[in-house]
């Protein structure tokens, strides 16, 4: 989340008014329109694929992206994230690459309609981490065709072309601060957005008002992901004389409590790990800065925290009916990818054990099938 912080400078344009009415891009190779919609009906299951999954595909394309076919996915190596559906990738194929795709479930394993898958995009030869782009896919497009339409250079082109037809451009300005306050009030929320504000603010002095973005960026997303805590922390941290005032007694009060708070709550609030920034601070680093008063204090004390989770059947309350059998699978899921967070093997090694542990979860057959299809055999 916070690698993605991007110039602004760009000169506005005026937008163009088309009509709302979704069409294909003539430049997306068939072939992966065709391959991506078959992951939708084949591999999920699911009776459609996303509205504007088409203008979607040629606006990655547009961006620089490139779209995946069948198989394809098997040369970008790393580690994928069980939830994340593989659409397109950025850069060669090295340590720097960047998947970009869906989230087909929430951060807590919930499920999410087509339309509703969330837009991602994760570092796999780098970071098992994921960083949230956009709620949906339809809101990735309003944001790029708005954003295409005010820079409005060559390199914007196809971005514009891609969304003609499929997007109505709305806003007017010629501000970029102004444009990205748009988005958030008009379009949606988006974690970029927040950051780019953010530090815009906090780069001219005006910490405070830094602070409250980043909070409603927590307000916004802090309920399910554990990146908007971690930014907190780390905007009191490397601002840490800016925030201190003095009392009328003329002691000097720092935010120090509220910053280690920020820290603790990456790990005592039930965040999978991954949620965490993209790019952003080590576990090792956030535990330090947490000081969490249950004794976990290292890498390996998380790791058995989370083996522990993954073991424990509840089978008492489950008897009971205070639980159902299938949240707590819920919870074994979380736990074992938060180990693998923590060094306990990799996603792709637990991809199996993953799956076992979905199929008592009613719901998830979709999961299950997408877990299976994207394990690296050895």
Known sequence: AGRRLRSRSGVASVGADVAEVAVASSDVDPEKVAFARSMFEDVLGVRSAPTKLDVFLAVLQGDGYTLLTKDDWRLLGGDLHPFMLPIAYKGELNDDVEVLGLLIRKPNGAPLQPNEYQVASQLVRKSLRVAMLAPDIEKYIAKRAEEANFNNTQKDLPII??????????????????????????????????????????????????LC??????????????????????????????????????????????????AERCFMQGYPLWTLEEGGDSLEYLLEQAELSNGLRTLSDMRVFYMKRVSDDMRAAVRSGSISLGCVSMSQAQGLMDAVCCGHKSYNEVRGELAEIYEEVPGCEPLVEMIHYFTTRK
């Open 213 to 262: 973005i980043a909070e409603t960026m927590r307000d916004t997303f802090g309920s399910a992901w554990g990146f908007p805590h971690a930014y907190i922390n780390r905007v009191f941290r490397e601002n840490k004389e800016k925030f201190n005032y003095t009392d009328e007694k003329g002691n000097v009060i720092t935010r120090g409590l509220e910053e280690r708070h920020s």
């Open 161 to 210: 072309e891609a969304t003609k037809g499929a997007y109505e451009v709305r806003f007017k300005g010629k501000d970029r601060t102004a444009l990205d306050k748009w988005l958030l009030l008009e379009v949606g929320a988006f974690p970029e957005v927040y950051q780019n504000l953010a530090v815009e603010h906090i780069g001219k002095d005006d910490v405070k008002t830094g």
